[in-house]
């Protein structure tokens, strides 16, 4: 199976063994998409794991992920202690397809890297004419 963070490789040589603990994202973008992931499959723990911010106990169920588009990445290298990655994803809810457009900061502490936090957007995708 495919990742579903879009990366084009393995689940299980993408972002699984990040999720799973076996490794540590050693980017700010492999941080970001392996939280991409977390959503997708309702990983709540690595979610918690991997911020800097108050835990959270729930996903919504009701919102399905699509797809993600990194757009850039600032900083954020294995020998960087801050990031910056801007980028799009995809979702359903209730049957209308939305974007999420964030720019999201990173930080690593004690050499793993941690979300802050993030300018966000959201909105419907237009309909095909």
């Not at 603990?21 to 794991?49: E, W």
């Not at 209308?96 to 909105?123: A, M, P, R, V």
């Amino acid at each position: 199976m495919m990742c579903y963070c879009g990366s084009n490789v393995a689940f299980s040589q993408c972002c699984e063994p990040y999720i799973y603990g076996n490794k540590a994202p050693q980017t700010a973008t492999q941080l970001m998409r392996s939280r991409y992931t977390a959503f997708c499959i309702n990983d709540v723990h690595y979610l918690n794991k991997t911020t800097s911010l108050s835990p959270i106990t729930s996903i919504d169920s009701s919102i399905r992920w699509t797809g993600l588009t990194i757009i850039k990445s600032m900083k954020g290298g294995a020998s960087d202690s801050t990031g910056i990655v801007e980028f799009n994803a995809f979702f359903i809810e209730e049957n209308i397809d939305y974007i999420l457009h964030e720019i999201s900061q990173f930080k690593k502490q004690n050499e793993c890297w941690l979300y802050c936090h993030g300018t966000s957007s959201i909105s419907p995708l237009d309909s095909p004419k």
